[in-house]
């Protein structure tokens, strides 16, 4: 029996799903966030592997019954992972077509033809695809100044830290971050610069729960932020020259009800918006789209 991997890699988790070629059987594992610009190479390599090892037993079966495996990891495009990832995948399944690439690739698998995807999770990323030409935008982490779910919960803390001051009035979100830091956001600018991304990412839904409150600053935190994911989608739909498209959306920022509507209120195109519930269905179908 041959077999088919798809992994998908964020900053926050890894999902992975093997089917095998008669659709028969399927088996999902969920493990941490592989992109290495978080976790280290060595760290995302080995979380990959684990994928293909854990579901490979889960399915009975040996790494030869492989067919291929698809890798669409956020961070893929730095530092030759793609290659470092290819050359580790070739040895570990030596019968496999081995295909790795940025998580939007996954989303990109979802749909034929042009279009545009958009995902905002711990990071950001958006891609427009024209005849099989991509275009990338954004995505560029701590050098993009807004639109991902660690600038939303950055901004939190800074606005703590401002209301300390008085920058800002006491609100909502203040209690909100001062409760989940289990101190004032002033007695902890010590141990915040050591929080990762994804500890940082993990502020947001606090804004969330602020705006749905009728929070000024919440609401305007999440309006700056929202703004840049429409901007970027603005950009894509020049590259396509048309104002309606295909727009799959993902990730944990895209989740909450409060997002779609700002976003809708940027956007100068019309595009067909779709949220895609699981990436990792995508890196499936570009695994099978290997062979």
């Given at each position: 029996m041959?077999?088919y ?17 008669d ?38 079966a ?16 730095s ?24 998580d ?37 982490a ?29 609100c909502?979100l203040?209690?909100?971050?001062e ?50 994911l ?62």
């Amino acid at each position: 029996m041959k077999y088919y991997i798809g992994i998908d890699g964020g900053g926050t988790k890894t999902a992975a799903v093997t089917q095998s070629e008669d659709k028969t059987i399927k088996q999902n594992v969920l493990l941490p966030g592989s992109n290495h610009y978080y976790c280290g190479m060595d760290e995302s390599l080995a979380i990959v592997r684990r994928a293909v090892e854990e579901l490979t037993a889960k399915v009975g079966a040996s790494f030869e019954e492989v067919a291929s495996v698809f890798v669409g990891i956020a961070g893929a495009t730095s530092d030759n992972y793609i290659g470092i990832c290819t050359e580790m995948l070739e040895k570990l399944l030596p019968n496999a077509k081995v295909g790795v690439n940025t998580d939007a690739a996954n989303l990109l698998a979802l749909f034929d033809g042009d279009g545009v995807v958009l995902i905002c999770g711990t990071g950001s990323i958006c891609f427009s695809r024209k005849s099989d030409q991509l275009k990338r935008i954004g995505g560029h982490a701590d050098l993009d100044p807004s639109g991902s779910g660690t600038h939303i919960g950055k901004a939190a803390i800074m606005l703590s830290l401002q209301v300390y001051d008085g920058r800002e009035p006491d609100c909502i979100l203040n209690e909100m971050v001062e409760k989940k830091l289990g101190d004032k956001a002033i007695n902890m600018t010590t141990v915040i610069p050591k929080y990762d991304r994804s500890q940082i990412a993990a502020f947001a839904p606090l804004v969330f729960d602020a705006a749905r409150q009728g929070d000024k600053a919440a609401l305007k935190i999440l309006d700056q932020n929202i703004e840049y994911l429409a901007h970027m989608v603005n950009t894509a739909a020049g590259y396509l020259s048309c104002n309606s498209f295909p727009l799959i959306v993902s990730g944990g920022i895209f989740r909450d009800e409060l997002t779609m509507p700002i976003l809708k209120k940027y956007l100068k195109c019309a595009p067909e918006i779709r949220f895609a519930d699981s990436q990792v269905e995508g890196a499936l179908r570009a695994a099978r789209n290997l062979i």
